[in-house]
């Protein structure tokens, strides 16, 4: 049996958790015995199970679902806990990204298509929470039917990779500190603590800026979603 991993999954999750993992990557290179542990380390690496996978594809797959645990806490900050997906408060009538006529045009297809009737602009005054769940439960619908369209998958991968790896930059900076330590007081390999000062102040950044990148991709991706319904 030959196991495979699907283009998100490539993309959206394997890339980010080995982004996430190169402070791991550093320690290892400055900690690599030579010699039998060296052979033992290659053998480890390229041993295969489950249908061909090896183990350091099995360990980056564990990582993976780490980071994207983390990665659906923020998730949750910012979309589920707040206004909800992009997908739900673009199309709410107070928000001014699309006018009126197109959020008007927008329930008659999702009527059409999807047999679902939203509220009207006068409901969604009179009951708001109602009129937000009710775009919320139809986003599932909306990515079925739309499917991998023209570039929804491109932009869904791209919201997935930033969201994950995202998620990974907490344990990045842990790495971090943790080879700056070992670097310093234990290994006395200064290299090992200056690369580690350099992935640092850039994990911490991409943290600072979390919110930011998380919903410019996540507005692209339902934008490009919603366009291509829309079409």
Known sequence: MKISFDT??????????????????????????????EDLITYLLSVKFLGGLTFSVVVLYLFSQLTRTVSKILENKYFINSNGFPTTYLLMYKDETYSKAYKDAFREKVLSFLGIKLPTQMEESDNFLEAQKRLSEITKQL????????????????????????????????????NIG????????PTLSILSAILLLFFTTMILLQKLILVQHAEAYAKQLIAEFMS
């Open 182 to 189: 070992l670097g310093y007081f234990w290994l006395e390999k």
């Open 8 to 37: 998100y999954t490539i993309y959206a999750r394997f890339f980010p958790a080995v982004i996430s993992a190169l402070p791991l990557f550093i320690l290892w290179f400055f900690i690599s015995p030579i010699g039998e542990m």
């Open 143 to 178: 990515i079925l039917h739309v499917g991998v369209g023209k570039l929804v998958q491109k932009h869904n991968i791209w919201y997935g990779f930033f969201r994950n790896f995202l998620g990974g930059c907490y344990f990045s900076v842990f790495f971090c500190l943790i």
